[in-house]
T-cell receptor
Framework: GAVVSQHPSRVICKSGTSVKIECRSLDFQATTMFWYRQFPKKSLMLMAT?????????EQGVEKDKFLINHASLTLSTLTVTSAHPEDSSFYIC??????????FGSGTRLTVV | DAKTTQPTSMDCAEGRAANLPCNHSTISGNEYVYWYRQIHSQGPQYIIHGLKNNETNEMASLIITEDRKSSTLILPHATLRDTAVYYC????????????WGAGTKLIIKP
């Protein structure tokens, strides 16, 4: 079945630094990828939708200059959290549309900003 | 905003069928219903989806009412490993076909 690999699974960074999270579709081409954020004991919150070769579409309230999304190829999308602050600490999850009606999720990245 | 409402939590005995309800009274005619589950600190796992017909796969069955305003996910023989948060989701029919997530149901399978 369709597999999405997300790395790193955990990352700790210092305030003010940037962190990049990668999301790869391993055995299919993902024209559309989605990035979510999840707070403890809460549901997934869609941050942005990225289509290969075009700019990402951000949800209302999501700072596009803080959360940079790049989808340069059909198998790779990246989320960069720039100038990270402790309030950016969260669980970040990517998802890829597998075509038809399918969606596959990555295993998530736990970001802790200290 | 989420288009679904689910009970916050449910218990089920191991080996019994777990029936998880979901209301989606504002669903449009061409919007699908998806079910995913999430075990703590992992990515969501696909379970099943449907439009208007009942669906069954190796994991579960999905029963959608005729008016499509509600559905039920059935895990036929629940095991302890089925303990998770189960999300009923309506896929919005826009250019990106986004999944709009509700709060989910915490299902606890008890021995």
């Amino acid at each position: 079945g369709a597999v999405v690999s997300q790395h790193p699974s955990r990352v700790i960074c210092k305030s003010g630094t940037s962190v990049k999270i990668e999301c790869r579709s391993l055995d299919f081409q993902a024209t559309t990828m989605f990035w979510y954020r999840q707070f403890p004991k809460k549901s997934l919150m869609l941050m942005a939708t990225s289509n290969e070769g075009s700019k990402a579409t951000y949800e209302q309230g999501v700072e596009k200059d803080k959360f940079l999304i790049n989808h340069a190829s059909l198998t790779l999308s990246t989320l960069t959290v720039t100038s990270a602050h402790p309030e950016d600490s969260s669980f970040y999850i990517c998802s890829a549309s597998t075509g038809g009606n399918g969606y596959t999720f990555g295993s998530g990245t736990r970001l802790t900003v200290v | 905003d989420a288009k679904t409402t689910q009970p916050t939590s449910m218990d089920c005995a191991e080996g019994r069928a777990a029936n998880l309800p979901c209301n989606h009274s504002t669903i449009s005619g061409n919007e699908y219903v998806y079910w995913y589950r999430q075990i703590h600190s992992q990515g969501p796992q696909y379970i099943i989806h449907g439009l208007k017909n009942n669906e069954t796969n190796e994991m579960a069955s999905l029963i959608i009412t005729e008016d499509r305003k509600s559905s039920t996910l059935i895990l036929p023989h629940a095991t302890l490993r089925d303990t998770a948060v189960y999300y009923c989701i309506v896929r919005v029919r826009d250019s990106n076909y986004q999944l709009i997530w509700g709060a989910g149901t915490k299902l606890i399978i008890k021995p």
